[in-house]
């Protein structure tokens, strides 16, 4: 064992730690430094993850005083890297790094993945650089400064600063010790507040994640994670699936254009490749850590939050189990339904829950539940099953009961207690008390039968008076019967109404869609829309979206788009950019204030236009050009001598 090694620093890379050795010890040549460290003259330095450090620690420490395990938690970036690894690829990994000499982990542990943000030098942190200075007389690299996409300090919140010498300018295997001599220790900071601050959550997540050394983590149970705070997020489907559309719309609105475009992750939202979708779709391809840690701080605001926090999935309608609510079982409002299925409304796609009970009580609600109270909703009772059957026959034999009583009693419609009579076969049991049964219409409970001669009739005499008529013109005079027929007969469906249609065939010719006219009649539709927009009351973005979607021609749109060259150019000539839409709203709001008090102040159009803290920077020097635009009409007279002048100016309209 040799007798010198220098005591590595809190947040030391381990590439730094080797540069300080090799000052130390005199070493004229690098490669002398190479051997004593690795055992290899031929090696080539790793700034992040260096190989073959079981050699390096069995020259310089007892086993008692470091393993290699501990230098790699400590002093490499493979604690960052692992959580989002697969369990079996991070150990094997960890291996090569302790034991082996000439493997490529940069490519293995996904380091290349995505090539976010990176970079041909140290990066250094100056406020850091001088304390370190100042407290050891010496300065070294930390690995929180030197991960891909890190850009600020974890501590001070300033930008990181590039070391002037790189491993591009000097010799393959020298190793770059930070020397204060030529070091800028002047601190700069962001002048935007909000990309300061998020670039600085990033940063505290990196350090966060860097610092943890038994991670029981690895890529699926990190997938589980996201999965279950999208749920809660509202970006699940009742079916499970992601709603990837509107998570990306979020995730831009969070982070903005500025900063994806910092950390080289923007959204290309035509991808079906792109980072954010490969994330949080089944775990197959491994993703940057920084592109995890943008979407961990959109999800729980932190790494430690997301890792420390057990964020279990949520059912829309709670935990189980849920309420019976059979008023004529003993467990009324008691938690005893564990069966809950979930399907999404056919018109809504909202959930749609459907509780049964052990007793036979099978109800259904919309969902999600938002109050207590909406856990004991009924939207629709689909069986009552054998334990309320029982108590109605009980009451009806009692026979001192009225309908409407009993009604209550069995929370019900008393429609239903005679529906169930008749059904029960116990309307002789209805007393002479239950009088109300005679004002109500006389119940007749239709079998099958009755519905199939009624329905069938029905279709056969439209078939005839229609003889060129397809199914589906049959489905819309006829919806009740054609209905019926469908969950009831199907048989009888496919044997007396026509034959179905080939799909792009109506009555045997084939259809030839006119895009050039359809082209015109959506344009048509989309100039009204947008005209209506610009006079709504409550001013709001127009993009190529929500144009389409107001018109009902979302679909169409985005399928065909290269069919409607019309409607392109001017979906792109009038849809705003965030910024084009700030600059509207200012306008309008600029105007009304002045009118309203005959001066303008920039905090007060910020608070009435609603902009918001991470816009405010992008947009202050448009409101300063209104104020000064204003002021220049005022210091001509122009605007004071005719306000209506000013209202029919075209800078205000």
């Known amino acids: 064992m040799r007798p010198f090694f220098p005591t590595p620093y809190e947040d030391e890379l381990l590439y730094?730690?080797?540069?300080?050795?090799?000052?130390?010890?005199?070493?004229?040549?690098?490669?002398?430094?190479?051997?004593?460290?690795?055992?290899?003259?031929?090696?080539?330095?790793?700034?992040?993850?260096?190989?073959n450090i079981g050699y390096l620690c069995t020259q310089f420490y007892r086993e008692a005083d470091c393993t290699p395990e501990q230098l790699v938690f400590n002093h490499t970036l493979f604690p960052l890297y692992s959580p989002f690894l697969p369990k079996e690829r991070a150990v094997r990994i960890l291996n090569l790094i302790i034991s082996d000499t000439k493997s490529n982990v940069q490519a293995m542990i996904g380091m290349m993945a995505g090539s976010v943000c990176s970079t041909e030098g140290l990066l250094y942190c100056p406020i850091c650089a001088d304390n370190d200075f100042k407290d050891n007389g010496e300065m070294y690299f930390r690995r929180s400064h030197n991960v891909q996409g890190v850009s600020v300090c974890y501590k001070h919140g300033c930008f990181l600063k590039v070391y002037r010498e790189s491993y591009r300018s000097v010799s393959r295997i020298e190793f770059i010790r930070f020397d204060h001599r030529i070091a800028d220790l002047k601190p700069e900071f962001l002048l935007a507040e909000n990309t300061q601050q998020k670039l600085y959550r990033v940063a505290k997540s990196v350090h966060y994640l860097l610092n943890q050394h038994q991670f029981d983590y690895n890529q699926i149970r990190v997938h589980q994670k996201y999965l279950n705070l999208l749920n809660t997020k509202g970006f699940l489907t009742s079916k499970g699936h992601i709603s990837q559309q509107d998570l990306a719309f979020e995730i831009h609105g969070f982070y903005d254009d500025i900063l994806l475009s910092m950390m080289e992750s923007g959204l290309d939202k035509g991808n079906e490749y792109n980072w954010l979708k490969v994330i949080t779709r089944k775990p197959k391809r491994v993703v940057h850590p920084i592109r995890h840690i943008l979407l961990i701080i959109f999800l729980s605001g932190s790494a430690e939050d997301f890792f420390w926090n057990d964020f279990r999935p949520v059912s829309v309608f709670g935990e189980p189990p849920w309420y019976c609510l059979n008023p004529a079982a003993g467990h009324f409002r008691e938690r005893v339904v564990v069966d809950c299925k979930i399907s999404a409304d056919y018109k809504t796609r909202e959930p749609v829950g459907t509780f049964t009970c052990h007793c036979g009580f099978v109800y259904s609600r919309k969902g999600p539940d938002f109050l207590p109270e909406d856990k004991f909703k009924i939207g629709r009772i689909k069986n009552f099953g054998p334990v309320w059957e029982e108590k109605l026959h009980s009451l009806l034999k009692k026979g001192h009961f009225g309908l409407r009583e009993i009604g209550r009693m069995m929370n019900c419609d008393p429609k239903t207690i005679v529906k169930y009579t008749n059904k029960l076969g116990l309307a002789d049991q209805l007393q002479s008390k239950m009088m109300v049964q005679q004002s109500l219409a006389p119940v007749h409970l239709k079998s099958k039968n009755d519905f199939y001669e009624r329905y069938a009739q029905d279709i056969t005499v439209f078939i005839k008076e229609n003889p060129e008529c397809c199914r589906t013109e049959i489905r819309h005079a006829l919806p009740?019967?054609?209905?019926?027929?469908?969950?009831?007969?199907?048989?009888?469906?496919?044997?007396?109404?026509?034959?179905?249609?080939?799909?792009?065939?109506?009555?045997?010719?084939?259809?030839?869609?006119?895009?050039?006219?359809?082209?015109?009649?959506?344009?048509?539709?989309?100039?009204?829309?947008?005209?209506?927009?610009?006079?709504?009351?409550?001013?709001?973005?127009?993009?190529?979206?929500?144009?389409?979607?107001?018109?009902?021609?979302?679909?169409?749109?985005?399928?065909?788009?290269?069919?409607?060259?019309?409607?392109?150019?001017?979906?792109?000539?009038?849809?705003?950019?965030?910024?084009?839409?700030?600059?509207?709203?200012?306008?309008?709001?600029?105007?009304?204030?002045?009118?309203?008090?005959?001066?303008?102040?920039?905090?007060?159009?910020?608070?009435?236009?609603?902009?918001?803290?991470?816009?405010?920077?992008?947009?202050?020097?448009?409101?300063?050009?209104?104020?000064?635009?204003?002021?220049?009409?005022?210091?001509?007279?122009?605007?004071?001598?005719?306000?209506?002048?000013?209202?029919?100016?075209?800078?205000?309209?």
């Open 16 to 51: 730094s730690l080797i540069a300080r050795y090799h000052f130390l010890t005199g070493n004229s040549d690098y490669k002398d430094t190479l051997v004593e460290v690795f055992g290899s003259r031929s090696k080539i330095p790793s700034i992040h993850f260096p190989t």
């Open 480 to 653: 009740k019967q054609f209905a019926w027929f469908y969950r009831n007969n199907p048989g009888w469906s496919e044997e007396h109404l026509p034959p179905p249609l080939t799909k792009g065939l109506v009555k045997g010719k084939r259809i030839r869609v006119d895009w050039k006219a359809r082209d015109t009649e959506i344009l048509f539709q989309l100039k009204g829309a947008y005209h209506e927009l610009l006079k709504s009351p409550k001013l709001v973005q127009i993009t190529s979206s929500r144009l389409a979607k107001t018109v009902g021609q979302r679909a169409v749109i985005q399928r065909h788009i290269n069919k409607l060259p019309k409607t392109t150019a001017f979906l792109k000539e009038v849809s705003e950019s965030v910024i084009e839409f700030q600059r509207r709203r200012i306008g309008g709001v600029t105007k009304e204030i002045f009118l309203r008090k005959g001066s303008i102040k920039k905090w007060e159009v910020i608070r009435e236009a609603g902009i918001r803290p991470e816009y405010q920077y992008n947009v202050e020097s448009l409101i300063q050009e209104d104020i000064e635009r204003i002021q220049l009409l005022i210091e001509s007279n122009s605007i004071l001598q005719n306000t209506k002048e000013f209202g029919d100016s075209n800078y205000l309209n």
